[in-house]
C-alpha cells in the first residue's frame, strides 16, 4: 500500500488565522511546531511524531460527538493530566468522563475550540504511543 499516513487536515473557519492562533498557542500544533524530538520547526508543516493513528467513519447518528458537526479531532498526547492543567488554568473547559478511559485504550479528555469543534485529547497506555 503506497499511503503512509496522514498527509493534513484541512476544514473550514470563520477566521482561519485566528484560530490557528490558539491551535498553536494552547496545543503547540500547527504549520511551524514541531514535536519533541523531530527535529526543526518548518514554516508550512506540524511535525508530528510517529505513532497510532485512528481512521474511523462513524455512524451519522453517532452522538460520541456533536451531531451538527462532521468531524472532531483526536490528538494523541504524553501526560495528559499536565496538559490538562495547562489548559484549565488558560480557562479551556475540560471533559473527562470515567467511561471513556480504560487500561486497553488509555485516557481520554475532551475540549472545543473557539469555534466549537470538539477535540479530543488521548494518552494511550504505556508502551503504546
Not at 19 to 46: K, M, N, S, V
Not at 63 to 72: E, V
Not at 93 to 116: K, L, N, Q, V, Y
Request: aromatic content about 12%; charged content about 25%.
Amino acid at each position: 500500500m503506497p499511503v503512509q499516513g496522514i498527509g493534513g487536515l484541512f476544514f473550514r473557519a470563520r477566521d482561519p488565522e485566528g484560530l490557528a492562533d490558539w491551535y498553536r498557542r494552547h496545543l503547540g500544533i500547527g504549520a511551524g511546531c514541531a514535536a519533541e524530538g523531530t527535529g526543526t520547526p518548518d514554516e508550512w508543516f506540524w511535525k508530528t511524531e510517529g505513532g497510532p493513528v485512528v481512521f474511523a467513519p462513524f455512524k451519522a447518528d453517532s452522538d460520541y460527538f456533536a451531531a451538527d458537526r462532521q468531524w472532531m479531532l483526536n490528538l494523541r498526547v504524553t501526560d495528559l493530566e499536565g496538559l490538562l492543567e495547562q489548559l484549565n488554568a488558560r480557562g479551556i473547559a475540560i471533559e473527562t468522563r470515567a467511561e471513556w478511559d480504560s487500561p486497553e485504550t488509555g485516557s481520554f479528555a475532551r475540549i472545543h475550540d473557539p469555534e466549537g469543534n470538539a477535540i479530543e485529547l488521548w494518552e494511550p497506555p504505556a508502551g503504546d504511543g
